[in-house]
């Protein structure tokens, strides 16, 4: 049959607070399964048929559900309004899946996928009455942005079934219902055929027409409880109304076979209700309605039919010898065909898209034809060509473990039916635009250490093209031997070594032990040290500090400076010999501002006053302190700035 849209029976679940938007169809029946002889009373078993979207996720929208709510209450009303029983709870039996995918080589395939649950409560017992007995269940809500209702997402739905009365003589009846349980996918502006006939086990007179949609009496958070007649109908979106829900040329309809036909105009979600009413063979008597709501979304199922792979393919692959991978990546339908013509002499045809291999006999230039859906009108072609060259394999070393030394490299690539032409190392130096090469050993230096990515692209005379990377770890030292500082004779010094694993100070003279990181030093001459710090690794390096020694502990500071940026006594600062901490030092104009303090004896004044040159003049000083005894130590002066 041709159908070409997507067909989803629909309607809401909603329970206590909550808004069961996933909820999209369902009806209601029942079963008659004896006589009760003691009371008068005849028994009936309920079942509920409820559809949800297998693809829907509420995320976290409040209230929302994304699975099948259990349990779920049913209403039992006699034909006056009346309540007969308390609400009958309903619980879930089994649920499977319906899943269903547009098969048409022309055709996008579109897919649906449905879950339906079936619910079953205890046997109720209900005496015959004049009237009958409706069975509903109602809830709120529809779901959201649905094409032909109002405000769907505060629309509810009703789904009911009849009891016939005693005046029929059928109270044993069992009710009409539909047993197909189908998601055929369904197409915009093609034809539509659609068997959604009913089963009566009673073998009742069936005729079918498109009716409106019921709505419920209940608002978004509250359980339903309406009592019939239900005549209530969701607002339709003109020009749609129940028997015209889609719209369409032919608009859609339902014969008295239960087939639906139409062609559907345009895409979208449609509230379609179905009224099938049984009829009493024998007298001709209406024994009730049926009404079920169907969901039916229409996709645009159109595509343009597009033979694609690629046009140049470089076979290069040193693993696959002449097996060549084809790759496809046409646009076409779920059930496509495809014609591949090699320049070998063979052919496949395959009705996949994976990726297939194609073993050539020889190297060479090699031409393919694909046609997509040989011999029907929605057909496309293409042709590319094959460089079947393989065989390339790309591989380099790396000899360097230490920061301070260069690297070297080695392109060991090799290529069997060609050859390299072409090389570019990148040496994984962010932000360095000089860390590439094009030779083939090539040799690096480093300027820190760390962790590299090392990449080797290589292009060959036959087109194929590689690129191979491998991580190198630098490993490094970063010796300090600390600054240079000035003592007070006889005073002592620890060294503070830093920046590897091993430590060795040259010469050994006045240390305690030159082979320990923080070894003392107890000298009175001037004196310089070479310090030589190593890892674990074997990497090094060297740094040196200078020791002097002055008759201290003492401030010494000169009595003129020239700021002119010559490098020559550029700045004012004072010398400290055997002192331990600093309190103070500040430099004041002769109108008492303070022009310049800091505790940084190595940094000193370079002259300039609220950023400007500070005048040629004679400014005082004050400086105090704490020497290595512990006693306080102040001095103050006088400095000549000059130009």
């Not at 929302?64 to 009958?88: H, K, M, T, W």
């Not at 005496?127 to 007995?133: E, K, N, S, T």
């Not at 004012?572 to 030092?585: C, Q």
Request: with cysteine; hydrophobic share 30%.
């Amino acid at each position: 049959m041709g159908k070409f849209l997507l067909l989803a029976l629909t309607g809401i679940l909603l329970q206590s607070t909550v808004i069961a938007y996933h909820i999209i169809g369902g009806e209601i029946y029942y079963r008659y399964v004896g006589y009760n002889s003691a009371n008068g009373n005849y028994r009936y078993l309920i079942t509920l048929k409820l559809y949800r979207d297998g693809d829907f996720v509420c995320g976290t929208r409040q209230g929302c559900l994304d699975y099948f709510e259990n349990p779920v209450p049913v209403n039992i009303f006699n034909a006056s309004g009346q309540r007969v029983l308390p609400s009958q709870l309903l619980h879930i039996q089994y649920t499977r899946s319906i899943r269903d995918t547009l098969k048409n080589p022309c055709l996008a395939p579109q897919t649906i996928y449905l879950e339906v649950a079936f619910y079953e409560g205890d046997t109720i017992e209900l005496p015959p009455v004049q009237g009958g007995y409706y069975i509903s269940y109602q809830r709120c809500c529809r779901g959201e942005s649905l094409t032909n209702i109002y405000n769907s997402e505060r629309e509810g739905s009703t789904f009911y079934t009849v009891i016939p009365g005693s005046e029929t003589g059928r109270m044993d009846n069992n009710s009409v219902y539909f047993g197909i349980d189908e998601a055929p996918v369904i197409c915009s502006s093609l034809p539509l055929r659609y068997n959604y006939s009913a089963t009566d086990p009673d073998g009742d007179s069936l005729t079918y027409s498109l009716c409106s949609a019921l709505a419920s009496n209940t608002s978004r958070g509250t359980e339903a409880a309406s009592p019939p007649p239900y005549t209530t109908t969701v607002s339709y979106i003109p020009p749609y109304h129940g028997g015209d829900p889609m719209g369409g040329n032919p608009a859609l309809s339902i014969d008295n076979n239960g087939l639906i036909t139409g062609t559907p105009g345009r895409s979208g979600k449609f509230v379609v209700s179905v009224c099938v009413s049984e009829y009493d063979r024998r007298t001709g008597r209406l024994l009730g309605t049926h009404h079920k709501d169907m969901l039916i979304t229409v996709y645009s199922c159109s595509t343009r039919i597009v033979a694609a792979t690629p046009p140049v393919l470089n076979h290069c692959n040193d693993t696959l010898g002449f097996a060549v991978p084809i790759t496809n990546t046409s646009t076409a339908g779920f059930t496509s065909t495809y014609h591949w013509t090699f320049s070998d002499g063979s052919d496949t045809l395959t009705n996949s898209r994976d990726v297939f291999f194609h073993h050539f006999p020889d190297t060479g230039v090699y031409s393919v034809k694909l046609v997509v859906n040989p011999g029907l009108p929605c057909t496309d072609s293409m042709t590319g060509r094959i460089n079947n060259y393989p065989g390339l394999r790309a591989g380099f070393t790396v000899s360097g473990l230490c920061r301070e030394d260069p690297v070297y490299f080695e392109d060991h690539s090799t290529y069997r039916y060609g050859d390299i032409t072409e090389r570019r190392w990148d040496f994984g130096v962010d932000g360095m635009d000089t860390d590439v090469s094009l030779l083939q050993r090539p040799v690096f230096r480093y300027p820190t250490g760390g962790v590299y990515t090392i990449s080797l692209a290589l292009a060959t005379d036959k087109g194929c093209e590689a690129t191979v990377t491998r991580n190198l770890r630098l490993f490094e030292v970063n010796p300090f031997a600390g600054n240079d500082t000035i003592l007070a004779r006889g005073q002592t010094l620890q060294l503070q070594g830093q920046g590897g694993d091993i430590y060795s100070w040259w010469p050994p003279t006045g240390l305690s032990n030159p082979n320990l990181r923080d070894p003392v030093l107890n000298w009175n001459n001037e004196i310089s040290f070479v310090l030589r710090v190593s890892n674990q690794q074997g990497c090094f390096g060297y740094d040196t500090i200078n020791v002097k020694y002055y008759t201290g502990p003492q401030f010494y500071v000169p009595n003129a400076f020239s700021p002119n940026g010559d490098g020559q006594n550029d700045y004012f600062r004072f010398i400290p010999v055997g002192i331990r901490e600093y309190y103070y030092f500040r430099i004041f104009n002769r109108w008492g501002e303070l022009v310049y303090s800091s505790l940084d004896f190595r940094r000193g004044w370079d002259g300039y006053y609220k950023g400007r040159p500070a005048a040629i003049d004679t400014y005082l000083w004050i400086l105090e302190g704490v020497d290595l005894n512990g006693e306080k130590l102040s001095r103050k002066g006088t400095v000549t700035l000059v130009r």
